[in-house]
């Protein structure tokens, strides 16, 4: 019969097993830059909130907070399924999954908040958004919610939805601005490549 240190030790060693296991299955996402085509995919909703879902919202988890970046759309990591992961806290302690997310806009309020974006990597720019909406997704469960988030979390919120619907925060800039990024992307990515 094991003692209580024997126990906590067990328990130790059987957590930390857990966490390594854990640690396996989650993988780091390749995120697509601008202006890849894959960026311009329409994503489908996701028809059943299955392990596989909540296995690439684990991973699009990470892949986020290793980049590190307050939000993720499907889009991104080039899976084309409507599903979005935000954590605006700044110790990475409040995942939130927003599966098949649809907006409202509610009045004609207008925030303008500085945008950048993981897959425009180093670019920031002013953009005008809707400031007051409501939300309506499913969790990882598979159960519905509603919120009316203001200020980032309404940005945000928007900025990934955009990301599922193929369209970019460069998009909002002029032509010639978003033409300036572009070029200066690609130049990048040749370098990287
Ligand atoms: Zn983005």
Redesign the pocket.
């Given at each position: 019969m094991p003692n209580n240190l024997t126990n906590s030790t067990m328990l130790a060693v059987v957590y930390a097993r857990l966490l390594e296991t854990r640690h396996k299955q989650m993988s780091l996402l390749n995120i697509l830059e601008f202006p890849d085509p894959r960026l311009r995919t329409v994503a489908k909703p996701v028809t059943e909130v299955d392990d596989s879902v909540r296995a690439l919202v684990s991973d699009m988890l990470e892949t986020m907070y290793d980049a590190p970046?307050i939000?993720?759309?499907a889009t991104?990591v080039n899976v084309h399924q409507r599903i979005v992961v935000i954590d605006l806290s700044e110790d990475a302690s409040k995942p939130q999954v927003f599966i098949n997310p649809e907006i409202e806009v509610l009045d004609d309020a207008i925030c303008e908040t500085q945008?950048?974006?993981?897959?425009?990597p180093g670019f920031y720019e002013t953009i005008d958004r809707p400031e007051h909406i409501r939300l309506k997704a499913l969790d990882q469960d598979g159960k519905p919610f509603e919120m009316e988030p203001d200020g980032l979390m309404a940005v945000c919120i928007q900025?990934?939805i955009?990301?599922l619907n193929g369209k970019?925060?460069v998009d909002y800039l002029s032509a010639f601005k978003r033409d300036r990024i572009k070029k200066k992307l690609e130049k990048l990515q040749r370098k990287k490549n």
């Open positions: 970046g939000g993720l759309a991104q945008e950048g974006c993981l897959s425009v900025h990934e955009d990301h970019l925060f």
